[in-house]
């Protein structure tokens, strides 16, 4: 059973900077490592529909980022800890949310994902506020 839990959430005054982390463990339904797959982040804030934040390619290559954190949000991983991170800075109002990161259904894709559905593990979130 895959567990991914988000730690790191909190509340931070606007133009602050957190530090997400998610801590993958347990085995996937194909007995694949994590460091098969590629993995991403999401939110979703208050009255919203889930969106994407960023996401990695299982290689630890290319990175995709939602036009609204580009430039300020930064994506990483530690395979030796099964850990993915999310760098946020200059923290907007508008990006509290409650943080979600997942795993990739697909091992050793060659593309970045950042639709939803192409996502099979979930964590729990952790939340963010950032106040102005």
């Known amino acids: 059973q895959v567990q991914l839990v988000e730690s790191g959430g909190g509340l931070v005054q606007a133009g602050g900077s957190l530090r997400l982390s998610c801590a993958a463990s347990?085995?996937?339904?194909?007995?694949?490592?994590?460091?098969?797959?590629?993995m991403g982040w999401f939110r979703q804030a208050p009255g919203k529909e889930r969106e994407f934040v960023a996401a990695?390619?299982?290689?630890?290559?290319?990175?995709n980022y939602a036009s609204s954190v580009q430039d300020r949000f930064s994506i990483s991983r530690d395979y030796a800890r099964n850990t993915l991170y999310l760098e946020m800075n200059r923290l907007k109002p508008e990006d509290t949310a409650v943080y979600y990161c997942a795993v990739d259904r697909a091992p050793f894709r060659t593309t970045v994902v950042i639709s939803q559905a192409e996502y099979n593990y979930w964590g729990q979130g952790t939340q963010v506020n950032v106040s102005s």
């Open positions: 347990g085995r996937t339904s194909s007995g694949r490592s994590f460091s098969s797959f590629g």
């Open positions: 990695q390619r299982w290689d630890d290559g290319s990175t």
